[in-house]
């Protein structure tokens, strides 16, 4: 029962430098998410996926763009890190839309990512 | 917007002690409203949820009932255990028609209960 599994755990980056945050998920959901959690802030919605090939902006996309290129698969990239991009990235699938059909949203265990 | 107001933390409770977790909530329409919860290094768990006003939700003990006269949905256990030590987070449906997914989540309440 793999559910929703993310890589890398840790990372550490120096500003301006790239990578790629890989989300795989093993229960054919339609729906796919990036959240980030930062103390005080809660979570926010980064983009989401509502299926293979379509991505959609969510309330922080600056500086982060996704693929969606296998069902299964959503990445989420930093082309140029900055210090604000420290913080913790979730990942989540959903069966069905989770804000409208109240489809209870899977999450990841998390990337810890910082950015020096 | 919508946005989710939950009471800061942290929340220390002895064992069997009951508790309440306020959530207030402000969003167009009529959204589901959602309690997560997070165990230390993990990622979210749906706790429970409501659909419409007046429904209640429960899961483990735990209750909350979306009332939408009060804009709130608080979270409540009538005696907790050391073993629900957490984050616990109230969530809002984002969808208001325009296409956006996803949900709308408050800042968390970290909940500490001593035995």
């Known amino acids: 029962n793999a559910g929703v599994t993310q890589t890398p755990k840790f990372r550490v980056l120096k500003t301006g430098q790239s990578m790629t945050l890989l989300c795989a998920q093993d229960m054919n959901h339609e729906y796919m998410y990036w959240y980030r959690q930062d103390p005080g802030m809660g979570l926010r919605l980064i983009h989401y996926?509502?299926?293979?090939?379509?991505?959609a902006k969510g309330e922080v996309p600056d500086g982060y763009n996704v693929s969606r290129l296998k069902k299964q698969n959503f990445l989420l990239g930093l082309e140029s890190a900055a210090p604000s991009q420290t913080s913790v990235y979730f990942c989540?699938?959903?069966?069905?839309?989770?804000?409208?059909?109240?489809?209870?949203?899977?999450f990841g265990n998390g990337t810890r990512l910082t950015v020096t | 917007g919508n946005s989710v107001t939950q009471m800061e933390g942290p929340v220390t409770l002895s064992e069997e002690a009951f508790l309440t977790i306020n959530c207030t909530y402000t969003a167009t329409g009529y959204p589901s409203l959602f309690w997560y919860v997070q165990y230390p290094g993990e990622g979210l768990q749906l706790l429970l949820k409501?659909?419409?006003?007046?429904d209640k939700g429960s899961n483990k003990g735990f209750e909350a009932t979306y009332r939408k006269e009060t804009t709130s949905f608080h979270l409540e256990k009538g005696s907790v255990q050391v073993s629900d030590s957490a984050v616990y987070f109230c969530a809002l449906g984002r969808y208001s028609g325009g296409g956006a997914d996803g949900l709308t989540f408050g800042k968390g309440t970290h909940l500490i209960i001593q035995p």
């Open positions: 989540a699938s959903s069966y069905r839309l989770t804000g409208v059909d109240n489809s209870p949203l899977h």
């Open positions: 409501a659909t419409k006003a007046d």
């Open positions: 996926s509502v299926g293979e090939g379509t991505t």
